[in-house]
């Protein structure tokens, strides 16, 4: 067999097997979907979710572990914090493609990422998309961020740099139970959302580390606690508009 025939089967497998991966990807994505399509409401409140305050975050000294399941693994969360956030929803991404082929640990327990602002920030929708730009991210690298973007270069805005990125967070979610990742994955952007749960560090069942939690909204590069700043969060609690899920 000549070479150009070796190679012309070789490309054709490899095209087979990226067609294979890519069907298995979409199948992945839409049982994904369906597995959690179908929350219950556990209830209804008439307390409205306020924006305007900081989150509440009350950090605990007792050491304490949570057992949970990832889409395949199981791993041990280590509470850190009891914590609630309040806020606007700017962004929201469960799109992780590609989801067998380039999914980590911290992609099996971590199963969205929400963009959320409060403050000055969440009083003026109109304001905040005229100076500002959000979009939750995974990149080819496996890193999952938030990007905000400046419109105009920044000018003219009525907040400093330094109370935009003090008054936001990307949170990675790890929901309590099936019932409130149905209600996670019924979050929208531009909605008001209530998160109730807890900030954790996140280990396998072999004691592994795979991700710390960052433990402030002050911190913000790759040198914190929680890689690149962000907030890893065991929801039990979700409260949309006057729905709770739980």
């Known amino acids: 067999m000549s070479f150009n025939n070796i190679w012309n089967w070789f490309c054709k497998l490899c095209m087979i097997a990226l067609i294979l991966l890519l069907i298995n990807s979409i199948l992945g994505d839409i049982l994904f979907r369906i597995k959690y399509s179908f929350p219950k409401s556990s209830g209804t409140t008439n307390e409205k979710i306020t924006t305007a305050n900081e989150p509440v975050q009350i950090n605990l ?50 199963l969205m990422d929400i963009g959320i602002v409060w403050g000055d920030l969440a009083m003026d929708k109109k304001a905040l998309y005229k100076h ?24 003219g805005m009525p907040w400093s740099i330094d109370y935009v990125d003090t008054h ?40 592994e580390t795979v991700a710390l939690t960052s433990m402030s909204r002050y911190d913000r590069n790759t040198t914190s606690r929680g890689y690149g700043a962000c907030e890893d969060m065991y929801v039990k609690q979700v409260q949309i508009g006057n729905k709770i899920y739980k």
């Open 61 to 110: 000294k007792q050491e304490k572990y949570v057992r949970a399941y990832g889409e395949k693994e199981i791993y041990a969360l280590k509470i850190q914090a009891q914590y609630s956030l309040s806020g606007l929803v700017v962004s929201k991404n469960t799109n992780f493609w590609l989801r067998d082929v380039m999914r980590n640990d911290f992609d099996d327990i971590c």
């Open 132 to 155: 500002l730009k959000f979009k939750s991210t995974k990149t080819l690298g496996q890193a999952r961020q938030l990007q905000v973007r400046c419109k105009k270069n920044c000018t």
């Open 168 to 207: 936001l967070s990307h949170t990675h979610l790890i929901p309590a139970n099936p019932n409130v990742m149905g209600g996670l994955l019924r979050i929208k952007k531009n909605d008001i959302v209530k998160l109730d749960g807890y900030l954790v560090d996140i280990y396998t069942d072999k004691s």
